[in-house]
């Protein structure tokens, strides 16, 4: 239940930061958003079936938004609100940042790949 409250939490914040889309990369048009194919599915998988205040979690809208700030030139401020650093976005998939983002295990520096 912690879990969904995060996720509640980080949904609303980015949904908010980000209304819809900013188009700046042709990645971040279609799935797989700039991740690989396999993180993709997996993460649609998963968060597909979420539902936060009584709406479903939209898996393509998310990973758009994160290749975005990725890879689009998107405002990066909500994520750094959110404790998500530079480091991490240069070094992680777009469905990770999605993950922390989500559930609210942000990580204190970037892992290493």
Do not use: W
Request: proline content about 6%; aromatic content about 6%.
């Amino acid at each position: 239940m912690a879990q969904l409250k995060g996720l509640t939490l980080a949904a609303m914040l980015l949904a908010a930061a980000h209304p819809a889309a900013e188009a700046g990369d042709a990645r971040c048009a279609a799935p797989p958003f700039g991740g690989s194919v396999a993180s993709y599915k997996a993460f649609a998988a998963y968060f597909g079936k979420v539902v936060v205040a009584g709406q479903p979690v939209d898996p393509d809208r998310i990973l758009a938004q994160m290749c975005n700030v990725k890879y689009g030139g998107a405002d990066r401020m909500p994520l750094h609100k959110l404790g998500i650093t530079d480091l991490q976005i240069a070094n992680e998939d777009p469905e990770e940042l999605a993950v922390h983002l989500i559930s609210g295990r942000l990580a204190a520096g970037s892992r290493s790949k």
